[in-house]
């Protein structure tokens, strides 16, 4: 079963390399409006701080990003598709070189691009997992924006999220109302039935005194079938002081104790890991049958091709 994850990101990085996806591969793609706290959420996962951070929007690519668990030692690395040879053991020069990639594929203006970053992550600290982090919905165009930005996020989002191998991570924050929670919409319109989606509550630790998120942790407001968790991010604040992920989890886990003890071992970003590796791995497993038709097919294909043409 471990196995599962690597197989599918080497069928991932070869599409990729041939510029088509011949194939629809099972991913976690993370969906979410601007400011919903999709990039605390991929962070905490990693554990280190490396994605772009700003005022707008941010992520303008989508970011293929594949957690490759290390069995030695505590070094921690990355890699990207589109500079093979290079490795990055500083997280800020990968940080840096999302930001130089988007503007090779978008511009310096504020649109949005189809074309992927893909970024491997190698660390002992992570489990093994594939998400695509997609641009956050928005309504309005700021500054020098497209017009129809917010249509081409859309689209973009509903590209990933129609594939049916997929599933979705929704993103919300719990202090706005998840009732009109812009990311269960979006994926309601490819998954009616919420069998491929799985909602993450933010910023727990934001609500209004005297509130709290017990109905909505609890499944009780709008019922999503692969459950759902609250996670704690780190503030601008505690971003400023560069305090560590780590140090963040903890704090994390004695929030959700204190206020939530009957639900904290169901809650916080170590649980979300390993709700997420475990949902992959059974997606993965459940999608095998038809993926493995799939490729046979593509091969005979591919020989018939080279028979036809005369080539060995």
């Known amino acids: 079963m471990e196995n599962l994850i690597p197989i599918i990101n080497k069928l991932q990085d070869v599409f990729h390399t041939i510029g088509q996806e011949v194939i629809q591969l099972p991913q976690i793609v993370v969906i979410g409006s601007q400011s919903s706290g ?14 772009p951070r700003g005022t707008g929007i941010v992520t303008r690519r989508p970011l293929i990003l594949q957690l490759v668990q290390t069995e030695n030692g505590t070094t921690e ?3 990207f598709l589109h500079c093979k040879d290079k490795t990055f053991y500083d997280f800020n020069e990968i940080r840096r070189e999302i930001e130089l990639e988007t503007e090779r594929g978008c511009g310096s203006n504020k649109g949005v691009a189809r074309e992927p970053i893909n970024l491997k992550i190698y660390s002992p600290s992570v489990l093994s997992l594939t998400l695509v982090d997609l641009p956050g919905l ?3 165009p700021v500054g020098d924006q497209p017009e129809d930005i917010a249509k081409q996020i859309e689209d973009l989002i509903l590209e990933y999220i129609s594939n049916p191998n997929s599933l979705m991570l929704a993103v919300t924050p719990a202090n706005t109302d998840f009732a009109t929670s812009e990311s269960l919409d979006i994926a309601k319109k490819v998954d009616p039935e ?9 910023k727990l630790d934001l609500m209004d005194q005297g509130t709290d998120a017990m ?9 999503v079938k692969l459950g759902i968790i609250g996670v704690i991010n780190r503030s601008q604040k505690d971003i400023n002081e560069e305090k560590n992920v780590s140090d963040a989890r903890k704090d994390e886990m004695n929030f959700l104790q204190k206020r939530y003890p009957s639900l904290a071992s169901r809650n ?6 390993q709700t997420l590796n475990r ?5 993965i497993r459940d999608c095998l049958p038809e993926l493995k038709t799939r490729v046979n097919v593509l091969v005979s294909q591919f020989q018939s091709l080279k028979l036809a043409s005369g080539k060995p």
Do not use: Q, Y
Not at 215 to 223: E, T, Y
């Open 38 to 51: 999709k990039s605390s959420v991929l962070e905490a996962l990693v554990g280190k701080d490396f994605l």
């Open 77 to 79: 690395w990355g890699k």
């Open 138 to 140: 928005t309504k309005l």
């Open 194 to 202: 919420g069998r491929r989606t799985l909602a993450v509550v933010t």
């Open 215 to 223: 109905d909505v942790l609890c499944n009780r407001v709008i019922p």
């Open 268 to 273: 916080g970003t170590a649980f979300l890991a």
């Open 279 to 283: 949902l992959l791995m059974a997606h």
